[in-house]
């Protein structure tokens, strides 16, 4: 069977709840977890509270800038953006946050929010109490470093855009990064819907919307991807790889 395209799911892509000894299957921090020996049980007696919320629906915020921060928060379904509004009143796109990854990282080292958080459609989400995870994770070395490393992946992602790419290179780079991501959590790896605009697309790779459009026109014009509308194809891969594999190597 063929993997689904996202955000379309299956058995095999649905976040179930688990059970009381196993973890749901988009859980963030399962993998730390169970390294460390730990079952849901354990992580229970400990007072590790997980709460399961949404749905959000397209439009609807998760947080806002200044909102206090008292916890981070998985993705289980949809698809969230993050941005901010500079004094002009321009947005910037930060990030697109899909299944299984984890919003609010960037709260850590302040009392609030420094950013907003919006679902780009239907969401749902399990919300962890950062204080309790942060006491988890001193007794935990697997999980402290698995938060480390979140961050880590959250600043390698903002640092793609700094360089002095293409915009080929750029939209290269989002469609095979974008395509990885999806690919790890079971979805197909070559066949996705573009849950965001077209518009937060060009504002997060720093281009103007008309480069956007144009440069998918071209990818598909020399036969390296299918577009209808928001569903898109890579056909080509290892051409577009290679197009973005000096931003993903940055």
Not at 130 to 152: C, D, M, N
């Amino acid at each position: 069977m063929n993997p689904t395209a996202f955000p379309r799911q299956d058995a095999r892509t649905l976040s179930d709840d688990g059970d009381a000894f196993s973890f749901c299957s988009t859980c963030a921090f399962s993998q730390a977890c169970m390294a460390e020996g730990m079952d849901k049980r354990s992580l229970m007696d400990l007072h590790v509270l997980v709460e399961h919320i949404g749905p959000f629906h397209a439009g609807d915020h998760i947080f806002r800038v200044g909102d206090p921060f008292e916890a981070i928060a998985a993705v289980r379904a949809g698809t969230v953006k993050t941005y901010i509004i500079d004094r002009d009143g321009r947005e910037h796109v930060l990030g697109f946050y899909l299944p299984g990854e984890v919003i609010g990282l960037d709260a850590i080292d302040g009392e609030t929010y420094p950013c907003n958080a919006v679902a780009l459609d239907t969401a749902m989400l399990c919300r962890f109490s950062f204080p309790k995870i942060a006491v988890l994770a001193t007794r935990l070395p697997g999980l402290q470093r698995h938060l480390f490393r979140l961050l880590s992946r959250d600043i390698g992602r903002a640092a793609l855009l700094a360089g002095d790419w293409t915009a080929d290179q750029r939209m290269a780079a989002f469609l095979i990064g974008l395509a990885r991501r999806l690919a790890a959590r079971g979805f197909s790896p070559n066949r996705f819907q573009l849950t965001m605009a077209r518009t937060d697309i060009a504002n997060y790779l720093r281009l103007a919307p008309e480069t956007v459009s144009r440069v998918l026109r071209r990818f598909q014009k020399d036969g390296l991807l299918a577009v209808d509308r928001r569903e898109l194809e890579l056909l080509e891969r290892a051409k577009l790889e290679e197009l973005a594999e000096p931003v993903l190597r940055a």
